[in-house]
C-alpha cells in the first residue's frame, strides 16, 4: 500500500512514498525557494527514487495544519489535484500530531509547537500510549512563553518539537528542569510522519472528501485581520 506524504506547512518542504512497514524514500529541503517552486519536482523525484509510478500510488496524505498559511494552501491544491486526477483517496492529518511521532515513546509529553508569530506559537501537547499518539490538551494558540511556563509544571518530562524549537533554545534550555529542546534532526516537520498517520487512517477507512478538505488554520491571517481593521475604521 504506497501512498505519497507531503508536508509544507513550513518553510521545509518535505515529500515521503511510504507503505506499512517501511519508508520508501523521502526528500527534506530547506532553501529560500518557495513550496509552489520545489514541491512538484520533489514529487516526480521522490516517485522516481522509489521506483513508484504515479498510478501505482494507493493514497496520498497530506499534513493540513496549522502552519504556513501560504505553504498548507500549496500543499493542499496539489494533493487534491493528484488526488482527483488519479482517483486516490486522500487524508488529512494534523502537522502538530505529525510532529509529535518524532519521539513517539512512553512516559513523556511532548509539545508540538510552530511559529504563529509576533510571539505566538501554535501548541499541541501529545504523549504515546498503547502504541497510540494521544492528544493531551486541545491545540491552542498562545504566547511561547505562557506555553513553556505550562510545560514546566507538568508531572513527567516535556520534549519540544517544532519549526519554533530552534528559534527559541535559550529560552527553553533556561526553563526548568522539566522541559528539553528535541534534537535538532527530530523538531523539524517531516513527510514520513505524516505518512505515518496517513497510513493509519487510510488503513481504517477514514478518508476524506476530497472536494471539501480544508486547511486548519486556527486563527485568520494577519490580512483578514488588517481588512476587517480597515472596514471597522471606515464606518465609524
Keep these: 500500500m504506497p501512498i505519497l506524504a507531503l508536508d509544507t506547512s513550513t518553510l521545509i518542504s518535505s515529500v515521503a512514498v511510504a507503505s506499512e512497514d517501511k519508508l520508501i524514500a523521502e526528500i527534506i529541503l530547506q532553501t529560500k525557494l518557495t513550496h509552489s517552486e520545489v514541491l512538484m519536482p520533489h514529487i516526480k523525484q521522490v516517485l522516481l527514487m522509489a521506483k513508484i509510478s504515479k498510478e501505482e ?84 494558540v498562545d504566547s511561547f512563553e505562557k506555553i513553556v511556563k ?54 481504517a477507512g477514514q478518508y476524506d472528501n476530497v472536494m471539501d478538505i480544508e486547511p486548519i488554520y486556527i486563527r485568520r491571517s494577519e490580512a483578514e485581520v488588517l481588512w476587517e481593521q480597515r472596514h471597522k475604521k471606515a464606518a465609524l
Design 57 to 140: 500510488l494507493d493514497g496520498i496524505a497530506i499534513s493540513i495544519g496549522p502552519g504556513s498559511f501560504t505553504g498548507l494552501r500549496i500543499g493542499l491544491a496539489t494533493a487534491k489535484s493528484l488526488a482527483y486526477a488519479l482517483n486516490l483517496p486522500i487524508v488529512g492529518v494534523s502537522t502538530l500530531e505529525a510532529l509529535a511521532y518524532h519521539y513517539a515513546v512512553p512516559g513523556i509529553y511532548i509539545a508540538a509547537l510552530l511559529d504563529a508569530q509576533k510571539g505566538n506559537a501554535y501548541a499541541g501537547l501529545y504523549s504515546w500510549q498503547d502504541d497510540k499518539m494521544q492528544e493531551v490538551c486541545p491545540v491552542v
Design 150 to 203: 505550562r510545560c514546566e509544571a507538568m508531572d513527567r518530562p516535556v520534549v519540544f518539537v517544532g519549526d519554533i524549537v530552534q528559534k527559541k533554545a535559550t529560552v527553553i534550555k533556561a526553563a526548568g528542569k522539566n522541559v528539553f529542546c528535541g534534537l535538532p534532526h527530530m523538531v523539524m516537520p517531516r513527510a514520513a510522519n505524516v505518512a505515518v498517520l496517513g497510513l493509519k487512517k487510510l488503513g
